[in-house]
Each structure stands twice: as structure tokens, then as C-alpha cells.
């Protein structure tokens, strides 16, 4: 906790570091109650400055020799978080030795336990908790490390880099690791515990073999298959897509309980939350297989896109995150279906990084300022900073793509580099000017595309005029134009795309069919358009922009049924969904015999991807149609979405039972593409099936018993929670609970469905399950499955009338930034949305973070996003 307001840090003020540490020695000594950390490191200074700044916090130092000789209090200095040695000259050895608790350690940075097991998380700043050091990523060190605990409780013992010796003297444990890679220290892992080991083996294109290696806690040992079977497959797609071949003789990954995010790439030894890697059928669910795929996946391509080439400092954190999350994105689509990926990436762009920009955080995918990093690890620096690479991507094209990242490697391998860097390998492997395109990694907020289109019949010409603009955010105005890929289809009356062949061929790409939109301003037109079209714009979601073009309803309806690229087919529907909110809200709604039509084509279409289907049926979610309007109320916004719901469960309610009862066939599962689409279909029938009829709950109560997998089994409880009565959801509740009381994992997913619903999951409800046995203050999964849960699905209730809603997230806020600062301060996000709510909502919001501010010593973390919130 913090005495003084805590200071910005600037891009503008990096400096290169005044010494390197070539080499990094470590020794671990595991205690009872505390750790002793010596460490040895080899300075050596790079240009004339001789000050040596190392970071610390929360440590004990019991030792400090400079080249053999101790040190006194008076040989250095200590600032806020930091030891100075000053007067140095070129090479230097150091010597030190601190004490630390991981015991006491609730924050999970730095070392730290987790159940009967000792771990690590150092990204970003959690290494100078471990022993005084240069934390910063641009520090890049060989790393050896020795740990030594009790042989019995602790036989495994890990660190980074290969195994090189193993001992066991009077009852201890010995195990030595080298890393022969130099890296930052954020990369820095250990691990100690009683764990089991699954084994596999990957030979790499170049026929190395490797040793892939799952530790988990013995109980957990039937849930690793899925996990390295990703694994496998990233490795075998990173050679084919990008050439990037795996470089140690080990690759190991560790499943901990207690963790702030989902997983971290660590060299050779990544880390993983338990949730973000364990699987079997009767517990995971499809939606959790797939996340898994993509977070293994995520965390082995950082190998390259992360480890090998690092980060400068931390404003660039979007150049290993924004690249690292385009190239999972590339890995799954390629596992699954292409297109149901992109509508997922798109929709949580929308919903989230959307509101992200027009709210208080707003910040470029390459910030020029921070007060606690831990805050910057946002859906603006991952996903705004993929959908910025995938520009790239589009704009230069698959080959010209894989030359850029091929030269970006090979110019940059061992080093820590920038954004910038990036950009101009690509450049120059390709022999382009993207001066403009940069403005994308500087310029903050969501960029605005008004269209307007005009045919001439006569002279069988469209025009289509487009301008753009990017509001304001906090400290930035004034935005010039972008460089905006628009990739574009026109489609005839009978459903076929029409040659596309603007007058301006210098903007467009045949390839892509990109149209490559510069100015404020710009017109494009077209020559030789037969019939007037319907015009597709931003296909594959081209661009991270809103789009203002009004297609009339009939033109929606026909690019549902038509248009030949899925996303915008989906987009199409989902505004036709909004429309009908709309009118739901305005008290207008009824369906059309022309919107029924189009819906029935869709649910019969059994040509079509079943996955695909499902997301063509689904309505969008209450805070997608928030992040739709300029001001919202929830609760109005929820009453409608239902009425919509309630409408479309009706109309089609024969469809929907005859397609719940033609795909739920046995069998058994299969955690794959195929099968994962068909219970998706299936499951969404059985929900809207059940809205409209009591068959329908007959039904999901049948499967919730006989279900052989979570998938099926979550589904028919989420369905009698939502549409059931209230006893059949207690009911079935309580049974789900004696079932899965063991599997802490399971248990989530049970406060999920609960705390998320908008049934059940009301104020006085959460602050009951609160209480709950199984309720854990210090398990970040087990707050995000209640608090995180209330305040992001159960939208009615956390915007409740009352205010109670506000009330129990700031006072949950208030307790784990005592404990937890980095839980607390992602917490928060809800409540600082307060300028787009309804005047009432909005102003019992602003008190709540009022309320955060009265109540001082507040850390970092939860401090900057509540003062940014009340500016
Ligand atoms: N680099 C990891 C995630 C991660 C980020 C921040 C953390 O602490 C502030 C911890 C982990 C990834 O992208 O997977
Ligand atoms: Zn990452």
C-alpha cells in the first residue's frame, strides 16, 4: 500500500539500462514459513552511466557483497522499491541474499503458495518480490538456478531451461536448472511440489525430440490428455504456418490453483490456472476444451512471439500480446471453423474492448503512460492489438504477412524490441509505407465509418462514399484518418457475389478483395454493376471500427440467407435482432411473416455448419446491445431482449424441438470440432424449446440426469435455471452440488450459473453464496465465478434500482485490494462504465467509486482505475 500518490511512468522517459546482467545465479532455499533467495549476478555496464538501479519489494535483504567485499547500509542507497548502487565501473559481480514469505503472499506475484505447492507469476513486475534485481524486460540474463527443500514434501522441483543435476543430502532435495536462453526476468519460473507427471514426446521439424511434460496435483492426473494434445498440435502448426521451431529439450507446463490470469508463458516451464488447462469429459465443458486449445496454444507461441523476441519496456506489451493472440486466433480458426471464430473474436471486441475505449482506461494498443502496469494487461492491448496485426495481415497478404514476421525473427532473435520494430520488418520485407498504418498502435478510442452508397441504374455505376473519424478519449483529441482495410463483396439479387472492380485500383487489392480506405473522406465508384447490390462491407470483420450504414430490413434478411461471407451473414442477423430489441423496448415489436421466413431457412439449413447455426439463432447479449447505444438501461434493455426471446422461442418452437430431437443422438464424446458444433445447435434448441414449452423442460431435466459429459449436463442446467420454476432450478442445483461437491473446477461452473443468472442471481443471493463453504476469498477463480460473474452476465441485478448491486462489488473491491490488488482492480471494470448508464443507475455508481477513493490506502492498482474513473 501506498503512502504518497503514485506517479505516472512515461514512454517518454525510457532509457536504456545502465548495466546488463550476462549471467544470473540463483539459489532457492525452501523453509517452513519463509524462502532464502541468493542470487549472483554479472554485471556489465553498456555506455558511461554508472548507477545501478535494481527493483525490490517486500523483501528482506540479509546480505550485499560488491565483487567479494560486503557491503554496508552507507555503500548504497534505498529509494521507494528500489537499492542503488552508485560510483560502478565495467564489470561487476553481485552478491545478495534476501528473505521472502510465500506464505504470507496473497497478492500471487512474485513466489508464492498454492495449496500444498510453491509457484511464481513475474510478469510483469513480480521478480523484484523474489530478490533485488533489474526488472525490466529489456535485462536479458542466462539464468541457472538451484533449489533445495525437503526431499519428501517437495520432490519435484522446477525452473526454467533444461534439468543439468538432481541430488538428495540429509533429507533435502537438490535440483540445479539452466536456461541457456537469455531473458528478462519476467520470464522467470519455479515451481515445487508433490506433483504427478504426464509424459509425451514431440520430434521437431529439424528432428530434435522433445520431452513434453503436464505436473499436476495426483488427483488431477486424468485431466492433462486434451492439454497435450493441444500442445502437440501448436507445435506442428507454428513450424507449418510461421517456420518457428521449439528450442530446449523440455517443454514442460504446471496446472496451479491459485492465479490472477489464465496461464503465462514462462521459458520452457509455463504456468497455467488450473481452469485454463484441466479437462476431462465428465467436467469440462466444449466451451472450456476450446479455451484450453487456445491458451496452450496461446502460451507455446510465445516461445517465439514473446520469449525469443522480447519486449523493450512494457508500452509495448502489445507487440508479443497483440501478435501472440493473432497467431492463436490463426491456430484456432484452423482447428475449428474459421468463421465461428471470428464471430466470437469480433463479439468480444465489441462488447468489450468497445467499451474499453469509450470509457475512462481508454488507452492506445501502444499506451504513452501508466501508473500500474497489471492494469494494462486489457482487451485493448490483447485483442484490439490482434485485430491491428490481422490489418496487417490483410493488407499485405498470407505471403507478405509470413516474409514480415519471418524478418522480424530473424532481425530480432535474443533481443527486446518495440512496436516499432515490428512494423518496419514488416515494411521492409515488403517494401511498403506504413507511416499511416502506425497511427493505429498510437491513437486511442473506436474509429467511426459513415457509408453512403448511390447506384446508377443507367449508367450501371455504384458509388460509395466513406468518411471516418475517432472520437475523443481521456488525453487525446484531434485523430487523423487511418489506414482502413475494407474488404468488400457486392452481391446480385440472385445471392451470387458480382465482379468487384472499383475505378481507383491504386486503393484496392484483387486478392483480399480489400479496399483500402486512407482519407477522412474518401469516394470510391464502380463501374459495370448490372443490377443494384447489396453492398457487404468490412467482411471478416476487416477493420476494428464502427460501422454507421443503414441497410434496410430486407437487405438484412437477404444477407442472412445470402451472403457468402459467414461473418457478415451473422452480423446481418444480429442487426436484425437489434432492430426487434428496439422495437421490443418502444413497446412495437412483432414479428414479420418475412422475418420468420428467414429464420426458418436458417434453422432448417442442415447444409450449414450446426455451429454456425447456432450463432445465426442467437440473440445478442444484454451487454452487446448496451455497447450498441450511446446511453443504456439495463434493465430495460434485459426486459426487451426477453420479450424478443420469448417471441422467437414461440414462433419456432416446432423447429426448435424437431432440431433438439434430431441432433441430440448418443454416443460417445468427443471433444472435437464436428461434435462440439452439433451440441451447440442441440443445446441452444433445448434452451429456446424450453422458454417456449414445458416438453422443452421436461426434456432438459432428462438430459441434466442422463448427461455422460459437462457439456450436456451444463447446458440442461443453465436451461432449468433460466426456464424452469423455481423449484426444478433449486432442484437441480442442489443435486449438480452433491454430485461435483469435490471438484473445485466444477464447483466454478456451479457459482457461475448461479451468480450470472438473471433469475437467480440477485444481490442477497450472492452475499449468501459469499458464506458458502465454497466460497475462497483467496481463489481469484472462485471470486471471478461470484463477484465477476454478478456484475458482468447478471446485468438486471447488478443495476438494480436499490443500488445493492454497486454497493457489493465496491465492497468486495475494498477488501481485495488489501489482499489481491490485481483481482480487485480488474473487478472494478463494471463500475466504471458510469457515464453511459441512465441518469439514476449512473449516479449510485459513481458513489460507489467514491466510496473506493474515501477509503485511502488504496494499492496502485485499484487507485488509478478509480481516480481515472471519477476525472
Ligand atoms: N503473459 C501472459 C498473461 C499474464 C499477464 C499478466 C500477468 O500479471 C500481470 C500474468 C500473466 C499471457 O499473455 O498469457
Ligand atoms: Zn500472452
Known sequence: MRDAQPKAIQLADYRAPAYEVTDTHLRFELHDGYTLVHSNLSLKQNGDETELLLNGQDLELISIKLDGKLLSEADYTTAEEALILSGLGASHTLEMTTRIYPEKNTALEGLYRSGGMYCTQCEAEGFRRITYYPDRPDVMSVFTTEIIADAARYPVLLSNGNPVSEKIEDGKKHVVWHDPHKKP??????????????????????????????????????????ALDALKRSMRWDEEVYGREYDLDIFMIVAVDDFNMGAMENKGLNIFNSSCVLANPATATDAAYQRIEAIVAHEYFHNWSGNRVTCRDWFQLSLKEGFTVFRDAGFSADMNSATVKRIEDATML???????????????????????????????????????????????????????SDLYFERHDGQAVTINEFVQAMEDANDVDLTQFRLWYKQSGTPVVEVLTQYDHAAERLTLNLRQYTPDTPGQTDKKPLWIPVQ??????????????????????????????????????????????????????????????????SALRFMLQHDSDGFNRWDAGQQLMLHWIELAEKGRFKFTQDDIDALH????DVELDPAMVAYLLALPSESYIAESRPQYDPVAIHKAREQVMAALADTLSDDFKACYQRLNVSGDYQPVPEDMARRSLKNLALSYWAKADAEGVEAARLQFSSADNMTDQMAALRTLVAHGNQAEAEQALAEFYTQWQQDSLVVNQWLTVQCGSSKLGTPAHIRQLLEHEAFDWRNPN?????????????????????????????????RLNESNPQIASRLLTPLTRWKRLVPNQSQMMKSELQRIMDHGSLSKDVYEVVSKSLM
Open 185 to 226: 526476468a519476467y520470464l522467470f519460473a519455479l515451481v515445487a511440489g508433490d506433483l504427478q507427471v504426464r509424459d509425451d514426446h514431440f520430434t521437431t521439424c529439424s528432428g530434435r525430440e522433445v520431452l513434453l511434460r503436464i505436473f499436476v496435483e495426483p488427483q488431477n492426473v486424468d485431466k492433462t490428455e486434451y
Open 350 to 404: 465489441r462488447t468489450v474492448q468497445f467499451a474499453e475505449d469509450g470509457g475512462p482506461m481508454a488507452h492506445p494498443v501502444q499506451p504513452d503512460s501508466y501508473i500500474e502496469i497489471s492494469n494494462f494487461y486489457t482487451v485493448t492491448i490483447y485483442e484490439k492489438g490482434a485485430e491491428v496485426v490481422g490489418m496487417l495481415h490483410k493488407i499485405l497478404g498470407e505471403e507478405g504477412f509470413r516474409k514480415g
Open 488 to 553: 468488400l463483396g457486392l452481391i446480385g439479387h440472385d445471392g451470387e457475389d458480382m465482379e468487384v472492380r472499383p475505378d481507383q485500383p491504386d486503393f484496392w487489392t484483387e486478392d483480399s478483395q480489400v479496399l483500402h480506405f486512407r482519407e477522412a473522406e474518401q469516394t470510391f465508384s464502380f463501374g459495370g454493376v448490372v443490377e443494384e447490390p447489396v453492398v457487404s462491407l468490412f467482411r471478416d470483420f476487416s477493420a476494428p471500427v464502427r460501422i454507421h450504414y443503414q441497410h434496410s430490413q
Open 601 to 604: 431457412t436458417v434453422i432448417n
Open 782 to 814: 472462485k471470486v471471478r465465478s461470484v463477484i465477476g460473474a454478478f456484475a458482468n452476465q447478471a446485468l438486471c441485478h447488478f443495476h438494480g434500482a436499490d443500488g445493492e448491486g454497486y454497493k457489493l462489488l465496491a465492497d468486495a473491491v475494498t
